[in-house]
């Protein structure tokens, strides 16, 4: 196979060669309940999520007499009360007008069900986020299929943690209210009239298909959902549907276009953690880091053939769970399937129906 495609390692060096330093203007979030006018006419608020990333940031931007909304949230009371309490407190009882959601992760869409019920909103999000979480409300129980169970089986994955991820679709379903039956598609490359801005719409694969970015170049303000984090890195992971997927080649290019596409000094108000400038800093460091990991992934193999489960101590040498588990090993893969697709590692079998990567020799 061959495809040219930018080195990452050249981009970032590159990126890195002009760019300004990661900055926060605001270095303390709102405070649950309340909101932050973090640019004219655009608040931003906080929702509580359960897990170790315990929070979500949601946008709420001026429209007219109400204020559309950017993601949701997962489905709980906690989180129904939550925007209750925006809307009758900080929102000083305007309407939301409509709800935009950036991709299919329960904290981002979980409760567009919900919301664009209760308050008669359409939702607006990628044809690929609408799909992928009607998908999985068809068919919960599909990562069970004999064949995912035989794919992690041959990466080497141990009983417990494939049963983890057989069973993901039920745990995504607790988190999401169903969505509304209709939706109005966002296409990257079109624009988003919302209130006095304009927005292109953006979109990057990667972390999620199609996630939906918006950027309003008057103000140089980029709504950037997960695509880029100030200070954890999105996860990338390869799933049993696409074993020989490339979502972290998918995801270094989208840097890499956003780099050269974005200026230097864009604001950006991210799906987790404070809001930054230094845009292109902060893809250099991403890129880089992912370009460090590949670098000890090859080291390690070069030693002696690994599965993907070998290799997932090499890359998180902390105890794991068995949730933290099955992320860390579809993470690892996305690294070893980058380094499959670059003709750096190869595929072995042995006898027992096994696959270990080898360092590919040309
Ligand atoms: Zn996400």
Known sequence: MSMSRPATAEVAAAVAQ???????PVTAPPEPGQCIEIAPGILWARLALPFRLNHVNIY???????????DTGIADDQT???WLALLSGPLNGKRLTRLI??????DHIGLAGWLCERFGIPLLTSQTGFLACNNI?????????????????????????????ATQGNYYLRMVTPLPLTFFRLVAGERLKIGAR?????????????????YDPSARLLLAADQVLA???PNVSVWAVEPDGDPLGLYTRSLGSMAASLPEDTFVLPGHELPFSGLHTRIAEILAHHEERCGTILEAVSEKPMTVADLVPVLFPRP???????????????????????ENLAWTKDEDDVLRVVLATR
């Open 18 to 24: 002009t760019a300004r330093p990661v900055t926060f």
């Open 320 to 342: 794991l769970d068995p949730h933290q588990m099955s992320f860390a090993f579809s993470e690892t893969h996305a690294h070893v399937n980058l380094l499959i697709h670059r």
């Open 101 to 106: 959601v950036s991709h299919h992760h329960p």
């Open 137 to 165: 409300s068809l068919s919960p129980n599909a990562l069970g299929a004999d064949t995912y169970r035989a794919f992690y089986r041959s990466h080497g994955m141990n009983d417990t943690a494939a049963e983890m991820v």
């Open 198 to 214: 304009v927005f292109d719409i953006l979109s990057g694969d990667g972390h999620a298909p199609e996630q939906i970015m918006l």
């Open 231 to 233: 200070r954890i890195t």
């Open 80 to 82: 129904k009360e939550a």
């Open 60 to 70: 709420l931007i001026e429209d007219g007499d109400g204020y559309a909304a950017l």
